[in-house]
């Protein structure tokens, strides 16, 4: 079975703090995705990456960024976290184009 | 630019009865199209996938979806809903025009009383 993992389920930061949240995947997946989750809005791209070193913003790129230096780690960087940034984030991976996306189990942050 | 309309935020059914989840897409060509579900404080499990050929397809834990181009439409169904159902369900849609990312719905919240 293909395993996306995330180093935190539960997360509390206080504002201005540099946060890192981490993802891996087991399958040697090409693409890699992080989402955030929030009610009513459904899941929102923030960024993705095609390959190692390779990062493309997402609908909601403002306020993040992301690295890729191995294949199986794609890392999710809130530079100075803010109060609005208080969501569920979802990684994904998927082998290629043109297939499913499988999940991690989420991280839930507050920033308090 | 592709969308994905879940009309029904919430849905309440009880247990045994019938279930349809309402899903309908915006692309301009033929579109590739999931459902996921989540569990609370889960992520997300791929349920079913539509790509091509037969438009009815057959997903995990007895859920079923068909496409219907005419009508931009993909809902999921259920014949007997059971209470481990009860979940949010996301209704997604992809592009075949060689980018990988998925567009998805707002999610519709089904509560299954007894």
């Known amino acids: 079975d293909v395993k996306v993992t995330q180093s935190s389920r539960y997360l509390v930061k206080r504002t201005g703090e540099k946060v890192f949240l981490e993802c891996v995947q087991d399958?040697?997946?090409?693409?890699m995705f992080w989402y955030r989750q929030d009610p009513g809005l459904g899941l929102r791209l923030i960024y993705f990456?095609?390959?190692?070193?390779?990062?493309e913003k997402g609908d909601i790129p403002e306020g993040y960024s992301v690295s890729r230096e191995k294949k199986e780690r794609f890392s999710l960087i809130l530079e100075s976290a803010s109060t609005n940034q208080t969501s569920m984030y979802l990684c994904?991976?998927?082998?290629?184009?043109?297939?499913?996306?499988?999940f991690g189990p989420g991280t839930r942050l507050t920033v308090t | 630019a592709q969308s994905v309309t879940q009309p029904d935020i919430h849905i309440t059914v009880s247990e045994g009865a019938s279930l349809e989840l309402r899903c309908n897409y915006s692309?301009?060509?033929?579109?590739?199209l999931f459902w996921y579900v989540q569990s609370p404080g889960q992520g997300l499990q791929l349920l079913l996938k539509?790509?091509?050929?037969?438009?009815l397809v057959q997903g995990i834990k007895g859920f079923e979806a068909e496409f219907k181009r005419s009508q931009s439409s993909f809902n999921l169904r259920k014949p007997s809903v059971h209470w481990s159902d009860a979940a949010e369900y996301f209704c997604?849609?992809?592009?075949?025009?060689?980018?990988?990312?998925?567009?998805f719905g707002t999610g519709t919240r089904l509560t299954v009383i007894p």
């Open positions: 692309y301009g060509a033929t579109p590739y």
């Open positions: 539509y790509f091509s050929g037969d438009t």
């Open positions: 997604a849609v992809g592009a075949k025009d060689g980018a990988n990312n998925l567009f």
């Open positions: 990456s095609y390959d190692v070193k390779m990062k």
């Open positions: 994904a991976s998927s082998p290629g184009d043109f297939y499913e996306q499988y």
């Open positions: 399958m040697d997946h090409e693409n």
